[in-house]
T-cell receptor, first 115, second 117 residues
Framework: AQSVSQHNHHVILSEAASLELGCNYS??????LFWYVQYPGQHLQLLLK??????LVKGIKGFEAEFIKSKFSFNLRKPSVQWSDTAEYFC?????????????FGTGTRLTIIP | ETGVTQTPRHLVMGMTNKKSLKCEQH?????MYWYKQSAKKPLELMFV???????ENNSVPSRFSPECPNSSHLFLHLHTLQPEDSALYLC????????????????FGPGTRLTVL
């Protein structure tokens, strides 16, 4: 079945460590890609998105993600995490052949930052 | 009020009850969505409404019945639910149908935490 995989279920890091969260998808063809974040007690909100052009996209709060088409991957990175980055992170894929409404989400990665 | 609001925030119901979840968006969007978020599972898309017309029903059981009276309001009517339906139900909205396949950013509400006893 076509899907979105986030292999890291729970990541624990110390402040100032570097972060990389994996996201792989199995859809062929053109896709739009997203990372959403859910801080404790808050709404899901968009962190960054990829549409076309430069495969390295920058989002809010110092996050970036790189689209590697040959690997069907869209990994999220941050060079130096902060305690306030503690949250759950969701990768989502929109296969454009279904129109631009249908988003398929991964299971999420819980990130815990230790002060 | 700004963004996407949902009421109630918490709901406990018995299996024979009938209740409704409400979602309202204040963003001028033309598409609205219901998702189900269960522990250790991906967000599951349940329904999509685009210009008030249902364009997606992701094999959702008939005990869930959506209603979209206008582009700002979305309801999810619940009846004879099962305990496994306990989950966080999220509403989202977006401006769908943008040209050229541009990303359709969805804005989410805070969710309704539903417990079925």
């Amino acid at each position: 079945a076509q899907s979105v995989s986030q292999h890291n279920h729970h990541v624990i890091l110390s402040e100032a460590a570097s972060l990389e969260l994996g996201c792989n998808y199995s859809y062929g063809g053109t896709v739009n890609l997203f990372w959403y974040v859910q801080y404790p007690g808050q709404h899901l909100q968009l962190l960054l998105k990829y549409f076309s052009g430069d495969p390295l996209v920058k989002g809010i709060k110092g996050f970036e993600a790189e689209f590697i088409k040959s690997k069907f991957s869209f990994n999220l990175r941050k060079p130096s995490v902060q305690w306030s980055d503690t949250a759950e992170y969701f990768c989502a894929v929109n296969p454009l052949r279904f129109g631009n409404e249908k988003l398929t989400f991964g299971t999420g990665t819980r990130l815990t930052i230790i002060p | 009020e700004t963004g996407v609001t949902q009421t109630p925030r918490h709901l406990v119901m018995g299996m024979t009850n009938k209740k409704s979840l409400k979602c309202e968006q204040h963003l001028g969007h033309n598409a609205m969505y219901w998702y189900k978020q269960s522990a250790k599972k991906p967000l599951e898309l349940m329904f999509v409404y685009n210009f008030k017309e249902q364009t997606e029903n992701n094999s959702v059981p008939s005990r869930f019945s959506p209603e979209c009276p206008n582009s700002s309001h979305l309801f999810l009517h619940l009846h004879t639910l099962q305990p496994e339906d306990s989950a966080l139900y999220l509403c989202a909205s977006s401006q769908a149908g943008t040209s050229g396949g541009a990303p359709n950013e969805q804005f989410f509400g805070p969710g309704t935490r539903l417990t079925v006893l």
